[in-house]
């Protein structure tokens, strides 16, 4: 069936992985850094996350053109001690700056039993929970936050002071996927409202945004224009200023109001259960097992069900492999498209 601009369609996963990373490249990325975004993308694609993947492509070419996020940076090592890195990303993506540390990260880990990284001048990191995934499946658990662009006001107040910082966790298991979890600190993505904007749809009156005097408001233009709810009130908050603490001023980046594009820092902890739990790996294991079976039987409520953090996404990541296809909705294919006209590649996907 033909397919015609404008239209939801499936898109093979090879692909549209082929097509990021060539675009990427013809943006003055070097091949194998764009291959490292390019699997960034489509790990949150896969994985249902579909706001933090090829979505955001056209904005990251709109940054090299303003010449605010350099296509061909790389990072940096600032300092290096024995259980700690700091590292400059010189304003690169944050999917290849925060990928090539913890390339560095995890071996000094697994060497040391643990180790703490900061980096600053980086830049957004798409899908953060991509970085603790790779070190728990290097056998490390792992917590990584970072600062992005100001847009949640101290509660009780309007002017935007933090970003809404995610905070991802992963925690190896014997066998099967890690517990992950990725969290932003609003009851949802931010990008869920851009695309809600760019389809011109309305938000959901339960996801709590306001306008900027408080009023309650389902627009999304309105919304990311207003006063973004934080999950738990003064709670979220208060969480998005310790996240900027951790990512934004132990990193020597820029913190709080002057957080912008190519100006984040990032705060990585990656701990080896081996040396950290008192008896070992094994005892960490057995630890780790007895906690799923417990969550496993508890008394759900009918109509209900009870997954582990990170399992929802991971089916949907082995339904989508399975599948070798990824549904994609118009306005991202449309977005495809005009990135391969603006660079000039071809684009013969949908």
């Known amino acids: 069936m033909e397919r015609t601009e404008g239209q939801a369609a499936e898109l093979p996963i090879d692909g549209v992985r082929a097509f990021t990373a060539t675009a990427l490249t013809a943006a003055g990325m070097l091949a194998g850094d764009a291959e490292t975004v390019a699997g960034n993308f489509m790990w949150a694609d896969l994985r249902g996350v579909d ?74 990191w798409g899908c953060g929970g991509w970085y603790p995934n790779l070190a728990a499946t290097a056998g490390l658990a ?25 905070i991802a966790f992963a925690f ?20 869920k409202v851009l695309r809600a904007q760019a389809e011109g749809t309305e938000l959901p009156a339960e996801w709590g945004f306001r306008d900027r005097d408080g009023n ?42 002057q957080v912008e594009v190519g100006r984040r820092g990032q705060f990585f902890l990656l701990m080896d259960p081996d040396v950290i739990h008192p008896e070992g790996a094994e005892a960490y294991f057995d ?11 508890v008394d759900v409520l009918p109509g209900q069900s009870v997954f582990l ?16 296809r990824i549904r994609y ?10 990135v391969a006209s603006r660079l000039g590649i071809d684009f013969d996907l949908a």
């Open 51 to 124: 706001t933090h993947g090829v979505q955001r492509l056209s904005w990251y070419l709109n940054w090299f053109e303003q010449g605010i996020c350099n296509p061909a940076a790389q990072l940096e090592i600032l300092r290096e001690r024995p259980t700690m890195l700091s590292g400059d990303g010189h304003h690169g993506l944050g999917q290849l700056v925060a990928t090539r540390f913890m390339e560095k990260l995890i071996p000094k880990a697994k060497e040391t039993g643990m180790c703490i990284g900061v980096i600053r001048n980086s830049n957004d």
């Open 329 to 338: 909705p118009a306005s991202v294919i449309d977005g495809m498209r005009k």
């Open 172 to 191: 190896p298991r014997r066998s099967g996927p890690p517990i992950l979890l990725d969290m932003a600190l609003t009851p949802v993505a931010l990008g």
């Open 142 to 166: 792992c917590v990584a936050t970072t600062t992005s662009i100001p847009n949640l006001a101290p509660f009780g107040a309007r002017t935007r002071l933090y970003g809404n910082n995610p």
């Open 216 to 257: 309650p408001t389902t627009d999304p233009g309105v919304a990311m224009k207003g006063i973004i709810p934080a999950i738990g009130g003064y709670k979220g908050t208060g969480l998005a200023m310790i996240t900027n603490i951790l990512a934004g001023v132990l990193s020597g980046s820029a913190h709080s109001a």
């Open 309 to 324: 953090p990170g399992e929802p996404e991971q089916k949907q990541l082995e339904a989508r492999s399975a599948a070798g």
């Open 287 to 297: 630890a780790m097992e007895d906690l799923v079976s417990q969550v496993r039987a």
